[in-house]
């Protein structure tokens, strides 16, 4: 094998990938793939971080994994599993998540190569921010059914992940949630980000699904439903009771419904039908909990009742089972719906059917409600192939230093089911000038743990040695701790603020009298136990250079529209008096003749007498 892959990439590619230390984050779907092919390819040593277990609906794609691993580590069992293709290779795994402290950026630092193949935005996020914080390559993958991308991040030389800004989770108002649902979603969102939250959660948390800002469609519904939290929040009290299943049902499923049925907002769409439990409990007295076990096809609302007898029944045990094992001074225990739980999602299956009958919506099998609720989109193992075999592919420009052919060849890829083009190529773009993250400047500042203060870092060297003016504003993560008007925290020592080895803070430049403001600068914290000089208890570890923003171009004003061909004015048209040919008001100047609009399909160009520019409109 190892013959074969230096004939075909050559001893030096081949060379250099067999020294290569590289990360792999994630190992479902395309991480499996991605693993396999870089062990067979012959890369030295790959590192594999994933905090996910593996679960029955994996097994189609992820083909590392078999039957008698369900509910063990997913990186673990990759690591043991590619090994056998080639026992060499040197693999390192780890069961945990890529945000743990552990994985700081001078981890990041020690790798030639990062590869991202994971499943959700904010830990996409955090990669993209650390691999630009290490100056370590990132090679960035994703896949949506039929679709997949693939795209090379460099810092200062490409797009980063958040240049572009991304599609934000689906949210629904509270007021369609509660009390006009008409879709099966509806019904699934309320059981999942309502009803389990208010039983085993905590319902100060506002869920991402649910729109609770307050307006005036809104303000009545979130009044009301804080009345219903502390209404369930006293049911929850007869929680493990025969009780608790039939307090909630008639709670959910009957009262809140006969209030709803009693306001006028009926007259135009057919009210709800309350439930009642003693003919639910009646007509399910033959059904079995094993029900729960078919997926494929509708539940009945009499085997929807089961399951939700069931389901309350295990959840229950589980907290009650937490609630005994949690420390007094530790965080409350909670139990957070999870795709894969087959408790929760039971619990949600069978209360989104119940509710659904309720508002006469059809119903949804346990597999659907499963995609709905999870956010699931179907994964395709052919994508999930390609879309790995492409990442080495750009692995090997990155290697070589050969952005440029990664540019022209490899930067996007999409794989489309119209069978037209399998693979769409588009050149890399250049960072976004205005990015929140990759147009930040980092750098590390090395302090003296025991007697470094903000006041040093503000004067030695922000002032001092990087020339910033007097007003600039200091953020712990969000936390503003410096100011013009906060300068009480100047005194304090940087270990009182919070700020220990491997923290950071970002410095922003807020004068802009003159010139445009800098862009923004994080400085990560790098602590000494001995003194690193008396006069002088903080240094940067290396010399900076803070760029400018780019000036931003005024916005045409309401009177005038400005033209601009490049970056040079060609001249402006004005609002006023647009076109002052008699008898034809909404006609247009085309080439010296007045056209009725939608008359003509050549390019119309607007002459101003005025100005020497012209706008074609095409």
Same mark, same amino acid.
């Given at each position: ?20 230390? +590289? ?12 693993? #396999?092919?870089? +062990? ?75 590869? !991202? ?52 989770? %689906? ?80 709670? +959910?499923? @009957? ?5 709803? *049925? ?13 439930? $009642? ?19 494929? *096809? ?7 009742? =089961? ?37 929760? /999602? ?37 994508? !999930? ?11 090997? #420009? ?6 440029? !052919?990664? @540019? ?25 000038? $205005? ?10 500042? &090395? ?8 006041? $040093?870092? =503000? ?15 200091? &953020? ?12 009480? !925290? ?32 994080? /400085?990560?914290? =790098? ?21 400018? %923003? ?33 008898? =034809? ?34």
């Amino acid at each position: 094998m190892a013959s074969s892959v230096k004939r075909s990439l050559g001893a030096e590619l081949t060379d250099t990938i067999k020294k290569s230390r +590289v990360l792999l984050v994630g190992a479902g779907g395309i991480g499996c793939e991605l693993l #396999k092919n870089l +062990v067979m390819t012959g890369f030295g040593e790959v590192h594999i971080v994933d905090l996910d277990t593996i679960d029955l609906s994996n097994l189609n794609r992820q083909f590392l994994f078999r039957h008698e691993h369900i509910k063990q580590s997913k990186a673990l069992v990759a690591k043991e599993a590619a090994q056998k293709f080639r026992p060499s290779a040197k693999l390192e795994a780890y069961h945990a998540n890529i945000t743990e402290k552990r994985f700081n950026v001078e981890w990041f630092k020690s790798f030639d190569l990062v590869f !991202n193949a994971l499943d959700n935005l904010a830990a996409r996020r955090h990669v993209n921010f650390m691999c630009l914080s290490a100056a370590v390559p990132l090679i960035e993958s994703g896949t949506t059914g039929f679709n997949g991308q693939v795209q090379v991040i460099v810092k200062g030389e490409t797009e980063c992940y958040d240049c572009n800004p991304k599609e934000t989770p %689906k949210s629904f108002p509270i007021c369609t949630i509660r009390t006009t649902p008409s879709q099966p979603i509806h019904c699934i969102v309320w059981g999942k980000s309502y009803l389990l939250p208010e039983l085993f959660g905590t319902s100060e948390d506002s869920p991402d699904e649910l729109d609770t800002v307050e307006t005036a469609d809104n303000a009545g519904e979130l009044e009301q439903l804080q009345k219903e939290a502390r209404a369930l929040k006293d049911i929850r009290q007869s929680m493990g009771s025969d009780e608790f299943p039939r307090k909630i049902f008639e709670k +959910v499923f @009957k009262d809140d419904i006969e209030r709803l *049925r009693s306001v006028d907002m009926w007259k135009e769409r057919s009210p709800p039908e309350s439930l $009642d439990y003693d003919k639910l409990q009646k007509e399910s007295s033959s059904i079995e909990p094993t029900i729960s076990a078919i997926d494929q *096809r509708e539940w009945t609302p009499p085997e929807a009742f =089961v399951v939700f007898k069931e389901s309350l029944y295990r959840l229950s045990k589980r907290f009650k089972k937490l609630q005994e094992i949690s420390s007094p001074d530790g965080p409350a225990p909670i139990l957070t719906f999870d795709k894969d739980d087959v408790d929760t /999602l039971d619990f949600v299956a069978a209360t989104a059917i119940l509710r659904g009958a309720i508002f006469g919506i059809e119903p949804s099998s346990k597999f659907d409600i499963k995609q709905m609720a999870g956010n699931i989109i179907p994964a395709i193992a052919t994508t !999930n192939a390609m879309t790995a075999g492409l990442c080495v592919l750009q692995a090997f #420009k990155v290697l070589q230093d050969d952005l440029a !052919n990664a @540019k022209m060849w490899w930067s996007k890829v999409f794989l489309e089911r119209s069978g037209a083009r399998a693979l769409n190529s588009d050149s890399l773009n250049p960072p976004r000038p $205005d990015c929140p993250v990759c147009s930040v400047v980092h750098g590390e500042v &090395n302090i003296d743990a025991t007697n470094a203060t903000l006041g $040093d870092i =503000v004067e030695d060297i922000l002032r001092a040695e990087l020339g910033y003016g007097e007003e600039i504003a200091i &953020n712990k993560g969000s936390e503003i701790i410096y100011d013009p008007d906060l300068e009480e !925290n100047l005194v304090m020592k940087l270990s009182e603020l919070g700020l220990d080895n491997d923290s950071s803070i970002t410095i922003k430049d807020e004068d802009d009298q003159e010139r445009s403001p800098r862009v923004d600068l994080q /400085l990560r914290i =790098v602590t000494r136990t001995e003194t690193i000089n008396e006069s002088k208890p903080v240094a940067l570890t290396r010399s900076l250079e803070i760029p400018r %923003k780019p000036k931003q171009i005024p916005k045409p004003t309401s009177d005038e529209i400005h033209l601009t061909s490049g970056s040079t004015a060609i001249g402006k048209r004005k609002r006023e008096n647009e076109d002052e040919s008699v008898g =034809v008001p909404a006609a247009k100047k085309v080439a010296g003749a007045a056209v009725s609009d939608g008359q003509s399909n050549e390019p119309i160009v607007l002459d101003d007498d005025d100005d020497d520019g012209v706008l074609i409109i095409d």
